[in-house]
């Protein structure tokens, strides 16, 4: 349930933190005791307050998926603007984005009102999308003979205004979970249904503009151009529309409990953190954190893996029309291909976590991507019909390889999970920034426009297509298997101990192997 989530302070334990207390309590706790929680807890939410819910979240990831997947391609391709301008913006947003995530956080925390310091905080990120995201797909008002600077500022405070909103409505959805579910299993169900819609509306971005650019009044129907802006702004109405109503259904069907009143996850983590410690407290403090070293190369593990995700996401429109010279329509076919099979790898996680182990689950995500790269670099215009193969693995690659990030990073927090949120945070931060910064630079490096048939961003793709998410991938890999090697000196001092009989080391062997960022080196015990 954790693909598409970003984190901050309020929502981290919302989508991560509990399900990781469900596991101990379904793992350790008797039956008994699970019959006595469930009249601790508060009745379950009803159908309509679940189905409310459920929507809350719609309008965030139908933008999701025009910002990452067509911002780049609208500003060069349509607009016309300068490759390092596109980066640019893209930069800033993805800093705004990083800043944002923490800081609203700690807001919601802080503030509260009479109507619910979350369904207060949703409401504002509502209204900050809405107000800003139709501006980005959109021409410039009076910036006719503006200059550069006047453009960034323009597009520039657009985009912050919707990645303040776009926190504000994705921490304050996710802090909701665990106020509202009334029972364990209602937690792990309103994440499955959030994540779902997720999907569709990945697939709604993409059908949407499919039909655009369908039945789009330019007469080129090939390539874009300027004539195609109009069906840029559409999606953004569209998008923009279809989304403040699910908002508006959210806001009237979920009701959220006042303050001191205690959901499941509240006491799911109060009752389990004294389970696993035996009574005793488990605290890690902030700076405690930058003393491990598993902290380190879990961070640079998960930011190749993001990087490894978005990069294809943002580059992939533009390698099929100018590497591939395919029609403009294939900017919505194949991004849906590519997420039909995200989730279909998503469903192959658990089955190869079983059999060879999370390390080996990562790696072989990343030999997808890698082939997948090389099947990009190599792809030739007369085939193009073939690079659905390449879009296959690596849809399905990519999804294996996020999914066994995040588990690895719940596996480093642990019982720790009163710090959890920084460690998500940090994560998160570093994701965006390094996403940043790597499409930033892209943009800096493309070659200048050129009107011969070998134009040189044409072969540009396709390196960009091959060299970042591939290379990204080895080094994500090698990061693991880095997490595996030091996880195997808790092996050498497990066998080493003389009280420990043969079949507990074998034990514990394995759970190493299958889960090495579960075993904490410096402490010297397993979490």
């Known amino acids: 349930s954790g693909i598409n989530a970003e984190y901050g302070s309020s929502g981290i334990n919302a989508e991560y933190g509990d399900i990781q207390v469900l596991y101990i309590f379904n793992r350790l706790l008797p039956q008994s005791s699970m019959m006595m929680f469930d009249r601790i807890v508060k009745s379950p939410p009803g159908i309509a307050a679940e189905f409310g819910f459920s929507v809350g979240h719609i309008l965030n990831d139908l933008c999701s998926s025009c910002w990452f997947t067509y911002l780049i391609i609208y500003l060069t391709d349509v607009k016309k603007e300068s490759k390092n301008f596109a ?12 800043l944002a995530t923490p800081l609203v956080g700690i807001l919601i925390d802080k503030i509260n009102c009479g109507y619910g310091r979350r369904k207060t905080w949703h409401a504002i990120g509502t209204i900050c999308v809405a107000m800003s995201f139709g ?9 006719e003979t503006a200059t550069t600077t006047v453009h960034r500022a323009y597009y520039g405070s657009f985009i912050v205004l919707f990645q303040f909103g776009w926190a504000s409505t994705q921490i304050s959805h996710l802090s909701l979970i665990p106020v509202i579910a009334g029972s364990p299993e209602k937690i792990i169900f309103l994440n499955s249904v959030r994540s779902g819609l997720t999907f569709v509306c990945g697939i709604t971005v993409y059908l949407i503009m499919w039909l655009l650019l369908h039945f789009s009044a330019s007469t080129d129907m090939d390539h874009l151009g300027p004539a195609d802006a109009g069906s840029f702004a559409n999606l953004s109405y569209i998008v923009i529309s279809i989304g403040a109503c699910f908002s ?22 109060e009752e389990g953190r004294h389970l696993v410690s035996g009574g005793q407290k488990h605290t890690r403090r902030i700076t405690d954190w930058f003393k491990i070293k598993k902290f380190y190369m879990v961070a640079v593990m998960y930011m190749f893996t993001r990087i490894t995700v978005n990069v294809p996401q943002v580059y992939l429109p533009l390698y099929l029309t100018e590497s591939l010279k395919l029609p403009k329509e294939s900017i919505a076919y194949y991004p849906l291909m590519m997420l039909v099979c995200s989730v279909a790898g998503s469903f192959m996680c658990r089955y190869l976590v079983n059999c060879i182990g999370k390390t080996a689950t990562y ?13 990009f670099q190599f ?14 693995l690596i849809g399905c690659g990519g999804s294996i390889m ?38 930033a630079a892209i943009q800096n490096f493309h070659p200048e426009q050129c009107n011969s048939v070998s134009c040189a961003s044409a072969a540009y793709y396709r390196y ?14 090698v990061s693991t298997l880095i997490i595996l090697a030091g ?25 190493v192997i299958s889960n090495p960022t579960s075993y904490d080196s410096n402490d010297g015990d397993k979490i």
């Open 402 to 439: 996020l999914i066994m990030s995040l588990s690895m990073t719940a596996d480093l927090i642990g019982v720790h999970s009163d710090t959890g949120a920084f460690v998500y945070g940090a994560m998160s931060f570093l994701d965006k920034i390094s996403n940043g910064l790597t499409i």
């Open 248 to 269: 508006f259904v959210f806001h009237f069907l979920v009701r959220e409990p006042r303050e001191g009143e205690k959901g499941a996850a509240t006491v799911m983590e």
């Open 379 to 392: 792809q030739t215009v007369t085939l193009h019909y073939t690079t659905y193969g390449a879009t296959i």
């Open 87 to 98: 980066g640019i913006l893209m930069l800033i947003g993805q800093f705004a984005d990083g």
């Open 464 to 477: 960009i297509m091959f060299l970042v998410p591939g290379g990204a991938a080895v080094c994500g890999a």
């Open 135 to 143: 501006f980005i797909f959109n021409q410039c008002i009076g910036c």
């Open 363 to 375: 790696c072989s995500g990343a030999i997808l991507v890698i082939a997948s790269a090389f099947w």
């Open 487 to 511: 996880a195997y000196k808790c092996i050498s001092r497990t066998s080493s101990h003389p009280t420990l009989n043969f079949g507990y080391r074998s034990m514990v062997e394995r759970e």
